[in-house]
């Protein structure tokens, strides 16, 4: 039977925290992670996006939740090929050249020591909750400028041999990975490596769309990230905040059919994530999601 768990994609987002979810009495962290893992057994963690991890704070999450709590982790920005803020990158780790010390940086800015260390305290920052059997999968969420060609799939290549010993799921936004007849090259190449599938539902008919393709190969784990359907946010610029572009609450119709496609995967385990963080739309969504599962929906 397929071991289905249910959850968002961050539990601090802004948005949430104002939305009235919460409860009163949850007013610190580590009051709203007990409360939210009450509720769902899976959560990502967004914040190892755009700093890295701290294994104080990653045992803290693990003491935090319960026996068979998960956690999913976003691999630090900058290790996708996004551009970073120099001062999202430890102090002594951060480039020294004149005129560049405060300048956002890519990836292939620093030199080799440096994002040898990097990758190094990464690892070392999610070290408790691997230790405690709480840590699901790494996402490589790759942004819609990183396209099918052979420097790309080099650093993929890289990017997976410095996250040897961890169950690695990669995520593409732009659709020269599966267009011409590639989904089932790219899908079986992924199986190849040892790498998660990860089945994205988003909004179609942009430059930043990749299509939904449920149809993966038998696996251990499959993870489905679920980001809205609002095309006109999906892109736009200038938003007032993040939470905008994920402004989209599913409909009760849309999660029953998204129900029987993740029913459908041949996977033993499944991870679904509602991106859909603005305000509490995640949480409701994924509540309810649960209830369709469990077949207490009507």
């Known amino acids: 039977m397929v071991l ?125 909750l691997q230790a405690a059997g709480k840590l699901g999968v790494v996402l490589l969420q790759f942004p819609p400028w990183f396209t099918r060609r052979p420097e790309n799939v080099e650093h993929l290549l890289e990017c997976s041999r410095r996250l040897e010993g961890f169950r690695i799921a990669v995520e593409f936004r732009h659709a020269s990975w599966f267009a011409g007849g590639r989904a089932e090259e790219t899908l079986r ?52 905040s993040a939470a905008e572009r994920f402004r989209y609450l599913y409909g009760e119709e849309e999660l029953r059919q998204l129900v029987r496609k993740v029913r459908s995967l041949r996977a033993t385990q499944v991870h679904v994530l509602f991106n859909n963080c603005y305000r509490d739309y995640g949480v409701r969504n994924a509540a309810r999601f649960q209830e369709l599962l469990a077949g207490s929906g009507s």
């Open 189 to 240: 190449w992924e199986a190849e490596q040892g790498w998660i599938p990860v089945v994205v539902d988003e909004p179609q008919g942009t430059r930043a769309s990749v299509p939904a393709i449920w149809e993966v190969p038998p696996c251990e784990i499959a993870v489905v990230r679920l980001h809205g359907r609002n095309r006109e946010t999906w892109t736009a610029r200038n938003l007032p």
């Open 4 to 128: 289905i768990l249910v959850g968002t994609a961050s539990w601090t987002d802004p948005t949430l925290l104002r939305s009235g979810w919460y409860p009163a009495e949850a007013r610190d962290a580590a009051s709203r992670l007990r409360y939210y893992a009450a509720h769902f057994p899976l959560v990502e963690i967004d914040a190892t996006y755009y700093a890295l991890p701290r294994p104080e704070n990653a045992r803290r999450w693990a003491e935090r939740t319960p026996a068979g709590f998960v956690f999913d982790c976003k691999v630090f920005r900058l290790f996708t090929r996004h551009l970073t803020p120099a001062d999202a990158l430890p102090p002594d780790l951060r480039p020294r050249a004149a005129g560049r010390s405060e300048e956002p940086v890519y990836y292939r800015d620093l030199p080799a020591e440096a994002r040898e260390e990097l990758w190094r305290r990464f690892r070392e920052g999610l070290g408790p």
